[in-house]
């Protein structure tokens, strides 16, 4: 049987939901017999090699890096899930939403508590940076996604057993205590 | 100031119940009410100001912010936006110096966009300070505003020309016009002032009456149709301390004018038919609820009130018939289309904010403070009188099978002739659509909560599902394949709104955003449907019209509007309508919009997206692909 | 005289006493309806119409209607069911509900509700609405992006003479639920608590409590909500 071919990335999370997929623990031994990963950070495969059959997506989309890479998988892959809160919902990260970005750069950098060592009140605009959207956006809200896995981060049974259905067709469970939003 | 509060308040007995009256009141004497008269209000009505600030901000024309010396309410409708408003309000930004939703720098003119104000067939129109200026032009405009900046008063400004009808009558003095085009029963002048209830009501039982009303099959002219007969029998069967009849003025569907005209021309015939009511029902309490958009009839109304008093048509035993006790007080709204339905109606009366209630119990077992009350609407009402006058069989003599009578019809919008029109039921759409001397017909708006047939055998399970069967409201937007759809409860019910576009007219655009925006504002919000769903579902029409749309969104529409029709009232049920009906008869229009090569489109705007944070850490926009 | 009525839910047959809600007869012979905005002693207000059910082909709120003999009432239906999840995914979207940062979590009715229909993403697009907090009580904050309107402290939470502590402000989309601005500043310890607590959601918060039980021993971390009415 061909093995099908994984890729992750993280946008804007904070790759809590990677952790949790590596909290599959031993598991992780029988997926490597059925999938091979390509671009991901489990593995360090930086550029997409071949052709994808399933991308995960965790984070949402908070700069132009982001959309970036968010559009690529969708180009490379032939299914994209959507995994944990921050990519179903922008998550932690959107809560700047509905605050103009003008506000939230004026507070990380300029005026915050925490600023002590910005006199010159020098904000971050060297090209080689992303730039920063006005918002955050989920991720079905810049490509079309499959499918959708939440929690914060969701769980790891949660996860195998998506990845199990998406890899052999079979039909998913959802059992009660793996979908959770927290 | 305090002491002018405490002189209102005591005036209404301290009474939370007249809360409205007490904020019209305030807002009278200084325009605005302040956190400090709230503060005065909660004490005394022994209320939170949370409370009173709940009345406060849900009513349209309440406001804690200062007013101009001159507030102008330029009417919103879709038929306002047909007959050039866009040039009036740029005449009135120009001529007061100040923009929509705020006041001139001097403080002298406030401008403030209003849902419609009943006045389709003589728009644009605009109220100011309860004064209503019809036919407005940029020329008249410019005329007004210099004659009130010349130290004329609003009254000299209206005075140089008077409606028709009673319009000119000295205590009213209004430049609305009735434009009554065709009348019949209703509208004829061979009404003879009090004649049944001064003669008829004393020669016959008050179940007679319900009898003589039941055998009319007159149904509700509001748009529910419910039948009246059965409701006053109902109301006649509840037992109460006091039992309450209420005349339904609150006509604020859009394109309704009707009641309006009725008010104007016959509003001893309007009471006549309260009277009727208190008598077969056994009512003691009467209460007119005025849209304030009319409040310019109020004293006109007041005075008919009087004379009725004088002439013992109202007070004590009433037309000689010892016992008949009843009276009637005018409410006045505050502007909120939701009040239109009668339980929001009931709570506004209450001094509340205008929230339907939940159906069973009917205001009919449970209404105004708890009593059984009627209420009914105005065009019934008077057609209670025609009834008791000539009989039911002479009743029974117009319209059709399923529905006898007449019905008042307000038509506006792309015709030559808008205006009223009685006409009996069964009239088609293109019998109105010539009667109005419409051309280049591209739709017409049937509107209006309205009723479905069902059997009315059975009276006898008072409050149970019977009663629930009846209120199925819908409105619809016709397209030309349905013109010979005739007016009727079983084919088109309506209030008697009609709105006609010609072919000029972008449907979508023009017409079903601007219903959305209604139906937007007007929500009382408490249900999570209908204060939650136009919003999302604009966006989703804003995103078609913008050519983002894909086939899925005009799916997505017919599937959300589905889920709106399980909120409370007619409002919520309906609030998606006007997306609903014109996808249903206007499908090709959105067609035309959407995407046909592809499934997936967001709208997602990359350059715009950054825009903002560039501009602020001063960043050129330099995107090295594509 | 005999008050005992008979209907059917779904085709099954439950007796109950005249005089209760469907809701509360459902609730007798075993059988959830969900509700948000309902609660058990005060007056029912269909708000949230997540107990919508059909009788006669019309849609009715359970919490508000009473039971009636020979109703026929529509309750877990594939219609019905979809209503009821789409009304889940309206309140999500038309607030901020971000679970994780929520001190509610895990005993949010709304999440409860979310979990027993499966939500795994709205279908309506996110609004980031930005409504505020109202901090100013000593002992209350009022997160007005997690309200969703209920009505349950305005109905619960009054003072000795009836006042309301908690009121609607403005119409439509623009509706909030505030907290009363004077009586806010002295609400007793106890009142403020139980605010808290008859909040579905996370929107009402006792000032410096929270996430002070582990997840796992939440209420509907592992009960799905209504298990404790189904038999």
């Known amino acids: 049987m061909n093995k099908k071919v994984i890729a992750t990335t993280s946008l804007a999370g904070c790759f809590g939901c990677h952790m949790s997929f590596l909290d599959i623990d031993e598991r992780i031994l029988d997926l490597v017999e059925l999938v091979e990963f390509n671009k991901s950070p489990i593995d360090d495969i930086k550029v997409f090699t071949k052709r994808v059959d399933i991308g995960i997506i965790e984070g949402g989309c908070c700069n132009t890096e982001n959309i970036e890479v968010l559009k690529s998988f969708r180009e490379n892959c032939d299914v994209l899930v959507s995994l944990g809160e921050c990519a179903i919902m922008g998550g932690l990260p959107a809560l700047r939403n509905g605050i103009p970005i003008e506000e939230c750069l004026r507070e990380a950098y300029l005026d915050g508590p925490t600023v002590s060592e910005n006199k010159e009140g020098i904000l971050p605009n060297d090209e080689e940076l992303p730039m920063l959207l006005d918002n955050v956006y989920p991720c079905h809200e810049i490509v079309k996604i499959d499918y959708f896995l939440p929690g914060c981060a969701p769980r790891a049974d949660l996860i195998w057993d998506a990845l199990v259905a998406l890899v052999t067709g079979d039909e998913m469970n959802l059992p009660y205590e793996v979908v959770k939003f927290d | 100031m305090k002491d002018k509060i405490l002189e209102i308040t005591s005036k209404y007995g301290d009474d939370r119940g007249r809360l409205m009256d007490i904020l019209i009141d305030i807002h009278d004497l200084k325009g605005y009410v302040d956190d400090a008269n709230i503060e005065v209000l909660s004490e005394k009505l022994g209320i939170s100001i949370a409370e009173v600030n709940e009345t406060v901000s849900f009513y349209h024309f309440f406001t804690k912010t200062p007013k101009a010396e001159f507030n102008i309410y330029l009417n919103d409708s879709i038929t306002s936006n047909l007959r050039g408003r866009t040039r009036v309000k740029e005449a009135f930004e120009l001529a007061c110096d100040a923009t929509f939703e705020g006041k001139s720098e001097d403080g002298m003119f406030g401008l403030y966009n209003t849902s419609c104000i009943g006045m389709n067939d003589q728009d644009p129109a605009a109220i100011i300070n309860d004064v209503v200026f019809t036919n407005l032009t940029p020329y008249r405009v410019k005329q007004l505003i210099k004659a009130l900046k010349d130290g004329k008063s609003l009254q000299e400004a209206t005075y140089e020309s008077t409606g028709d009808g009673k319009n000119s009558d000295p205590d009213l003095k209004s430049m609305v016009f009735n434009n009554i085009r065709k009348g019949m029963m209703l509208l004829n002048k061979d009404y003879e002032r009090f004649e049944v209830v001064g003669k008829i009501l004393a020669e016959n039982s008050p179940e007679d009456i319900i009898k003589t009303v039941e055998d009319s099959n007159l149904r509700g002219r509001g748009g529910a149709g419910f039948p009246t007969g059965l409701k006053w029998r109902f109301g006649r069967r509840v037992e109460g301390e006091h039992k309450i009849i209420i005349c339904n003025a609150d006509e604020g569907e859009p394109g309704t004018f009707k009641d309006r005209v009725m008010l104007t021309e016959f509003p001893d015939l309007v009471f006549e038919g309260m009277v009727i009511a208190a008598y077969a029902t056994g009512a003691d309490i009467g209460l007119l609820y005025l849209r304030f958009e009319y409040r310019y009839m109020y004293n006109y109304l007041s005075l008919v009130l009087e004379e009725m008093r004088e002439k013992g048509y109202l007070g004590k035993n009433i037309a000689g018939i010892m016992d008949f006790n009843f009276d009637i007080r005018i409410q006045l709204g505050a502007g909120a289309y939701v009040c239109g339905e009668e339980s929001a109606l009931i709570e506004s009366l209450e001094g509340k904010r205008g929230e339907p209630r939940d159906k069973p119990p009917f205001p009919v077992e449970k209404g105004y403070m708890n009593f059984p009350t009627i209420v009914n609407n105005v065009e019934t009402l008077a057609s209670t009188v025609k009834i008791l006058k000539h009989g039911a069989d002479w009743f029974n003599t117009f319209g059709t099978k399923d529905s006898l009578g007449t019905k008042l019809l307000s038509v506006s919008g792309d015709c030559r002739f808008p205006g009223i029109y009685e006409v009996e039921w069964g009239t088609s759409i293109r019998e109105v659509i010539e009667m109005a001397g419409a051309e280049d017909v591209q739709a017409v708006q049937v509107g209006g909560p309205s009723g479905v047939l069902v059997s009315v055998k059975d009276v006898d399970h008072l409050g149970g599902t019977e009663l629930m069967k009846w209120y199925k409201p819908s409105g619809m937007m016709v397209a030309q394949k349905t013109y010979d759809r005739k007016l009727s409860y079983s084919d088109l019910p309506t209030g008697g709104s009609i709105i006609i576009f010609n072919n000029k007219r972008d449907l979508l655009k023009e017409v079903v955003m601007n219903f959305m925006d209604f139906f937007i504002e007007e929500s009382c919000g408490s249900c999570s449907t209908c204060r939650n769903l136009p919003y999302i579902m604009k966006q989703k029409l804003q995103k078609i019209l913008d050519g983002h749309g894909v086939r899925q969104d005009i799916d997505d529409l017919l599937s959300w509007g589905k889920v709106i029709k399980v909120s409370r009232c007619g409002l919520g049920q309906t609030a998606a309508n006007p997306i609903l009906s014109s996808i249903l008869n206007f499908r090709h229009l959105y067609e035309e919009y959407v995407q046909a090569m592809t499934d997936y489109d967001n709208t997602f705007d990359l350059e715009k997206s950054v825009e903002a944070a560039n501009k602020f850490v001063g960043r050129k926009t330099v995107f090295h692909h594509s | ?231």
């Open chain 3, 1 to 231: 005289m005999d008050q005992t009525i008979k209907f059917t839910i779904d085709g099954t047959i439950v007796t109950t006493q005249k005089g209760l809600t469907i809701v509360e007869a459902a609730k007798d012979n075993g059988i959830y309806i969900p509700t948000l905005c309902n609660f058990e002693g005060a007056k029912p207000k269909g708000c949230c119409r997540m107990c919508t059910i059909k009788i006669n082909s019309r849609y009715m709120t359970a919490c508000t209607t009473p039971a009636a003999d020979g109703m026929e009432i529509e309750s877990n239906t594939e219609e019905i069911t979809d209503i009821r999840k789409s009304i889940i995914e309206l309140l999500f979207v038309s607030g901020n509900h971000f679970c994780p940062a929520c001190e509610k979590s895990g005993n949010c009715e709304l999440q409860a509700l979310a979990y027993k229909y499966q939500m795994l993403v709205p279908r309506f697009p996110f609004i980031f609405p930005q409504k505020g907090i109202d901090a100013s009580s000593p002992r209350l904050m009022k997160e007005q992006n997690r309200c969703i309107a209920c009505k349950r402290c305005i109905k619960t939470i009054k003072d000795e003479e009836g006042r309301n502590y908690f009121a609607y402000k403005n119409r439509g989309y623009a509706l909030e639920v505030i907290l009363d601005p004077e009586l806010g500043k002295d609400i007793p310890e106890d009142l403020a608590k139980l605010a808290m607590e008859n909040c579905p959601v996370g929107s009402i918060i006792y000032k410096e409590k929270g996430f002070d039980e582990p997840i796992g021993s939440r209420k509907f971390d592992k009960t799905p909500i209504g298990s404790e009415i189904e038999v």
